[in-house]
């Protein structure tokens, strides 16, 4: 029934091709010779499966435990960089955060330059000290005017402060303000008793850091509201000698000020300060020490913290050639007091008065009151006369001498 077709007759074996002859020494290699079952073409080499080798291929559980020490690596590593990066900003933000304080002052210190190399005649007065230094004074203008009520036609003040200031804190603005020349520099006495502990800073950083992230308060401080905000304003007879609960209590302040400040009669801030006013001196510029005190209660408990008395402090500085303006007893006496233990304004302006006649004598300028009654025609800047050369000196010794035909003005309060 079936045919079988030639195709479907078994067939005999076919012969395999004889294997090529080697190629002679020197003849060159045909490329074009390949394999067809393996597809790879034999470029001079007979035997392709001598060269082939064998790879090792990774089993999946060694490629799952490389994984899984790569990833605990990075867990290890993550943490360790992270408390780095926290440690180097913390560290950076640290070292930055008192910066503005130098750099805002320093723009002050350029300014009154400014202003007083526009001005003719004009009296340039640098005071340096704490806060209780702004309590006690009034601010630029207030100081000018009294100033003119003493015969200083131009007063540029320039009263630079800080809370618990140390003599350090003012190190950066030095070299300035000797390049500013001025007639006169003040300097709070307490400055050269004072070192401030060492993590005293780094706290303070601390509470400014978790303000800002928990409470969203400011990072930096209000540089301006360091140098003229105070515990309780001029005009206001309801906060004057009260303490609302705005404002620190002398409590708050004691414990504040001890935990922050070392006060010694021994400090080495004191010779730090020395090595100021003897530049200064080489310079031609004046420099006095300037005694400001608290309220009876704030010293006293601060007293019993472990501060020296200020009479010890006083008699210190008194064993130097620097003069003392000692403050005055009549006014500590009958000072009004606001809740952080600083001058309130009655004080305040009583003390500015003082200062400013202080100031007047120290550069030797009279009053225009009491030249005015004299008689003596005088330029309109008594300034002039304090720094006349020998061509006007004979009209400063008329203005001297007219002042000593008067009954006399009385020495300055408390000036050594």
């Known amino acids: ?129 704490d806060g209780a230094l702004r309590d006690a004074t009034l601010d630029e203008r207030a100081m000018a005017e009294l100033g003119r009520r003493e015969g200083i036609g131009n007063l540029h003040f320039l009263r630079i402060v800080k809370d618990d200031a140390e003599f350090d804190d003012f190190t950066p603005m030095l070299d300035r303000i000797l390049a500013l020349k001025p007639d006169l520099v003040l300097l709070d006495l307490d400055l050269g008793f004072r070192e401030r502990h060492a993590t005293a800073d780094a706290w303070r ?30 005009g206001g007879a309801a906060q004057n000698g009260a303490t609302p609960a705005t404002m620190a209590t002398p409590g708050a302040v004691a414990e504040r000020m001890s935990g922050a400040l070392d006060v010694r009669a021994d400090s080495t801030s004191f010779a730090r300060l020395q090595g100021f006013a003897e530049r200064a001196g080489q310079a031609g510029i004046r420099v006095a020490l300037v005694q400001l005190r608290r309220s009876p209660d704030l010293e006293e408990r601060l007293r019993r913290a472990g501060a020296p008395d200020p009479a010890l402090l006083e008699k210190t500085a008194a064993g130097t050639a620097l003069p003392l303006w000692r403050f005055p007893e009549e006014i500590r006496r009958d000072a009004d007091y606001c809740g952080n233990g600083g ?8 003390y500015s008065a003082w200062m400013a006649g202080t100031i007047a004598e120290t550069l030797g300028i009279t009053p225009a009151d009491e030249v005015a009654l004299s ?23 008329d203005v001297t001498k007219a002042a000593t035909v008067l009954p006399g003005r009385k020495p300055a309060i408390g000036q050594r």
């Open 1 to 129: 029934m079936f045919t079988m077709q030639e195709s479907d007759q078994p067939q005999p074996p076919r012969p395999n091709p004889p294997p090529a002859e080697p190629a002679a020494q020197g003849a060159p290699l045909r490329a074009d010779i390949g394999r067809p079952d393996i597809g790879l073409p034999e470029i001079g080499r007979p035997d392709i499966e001598a060269t082939t080798t064998t790879v090792p291929v990774a089993s999946p559980r060694a490629g799952r435990r490389g994984r899984r020490l790569g990833i605990l690596a990075l867990a290890c590593a993550l943490p360790v960089l992270l408390t780095a990066g926290a440690l180097g900003a913390a560290w950076t933000g640290y070292r930055l955060y008192d910066q503005p304080f130098a750099w805002y002052n320093l723009n002050r210190i350029a300014a009154v330059a400014d202003r007083s190399s526009r001005t003719i005649e004009g009296i340039t007065v640098v005071a340096l000290g």
């Open 205 to 234: 950083y601390m509470d400014a850091v978790t303000g800002f992230a928990l409470e969203g308060q400011e990072y930096f401080q209000d540089q301006m509201a360091v140098q003229y905000r105070r515990a309780c304003p001029d």
């Open 343 to 350: 001058l309130g304004p009655k004080g305040r302006e009583a």
């Open 375 to 397: 008689g003596t025609v005088i330029p309109a800047s008594a300034a002039g006369e304090a720094r006349a050369d020998s061509a006007g000196a004979t009209a400063a010794a």
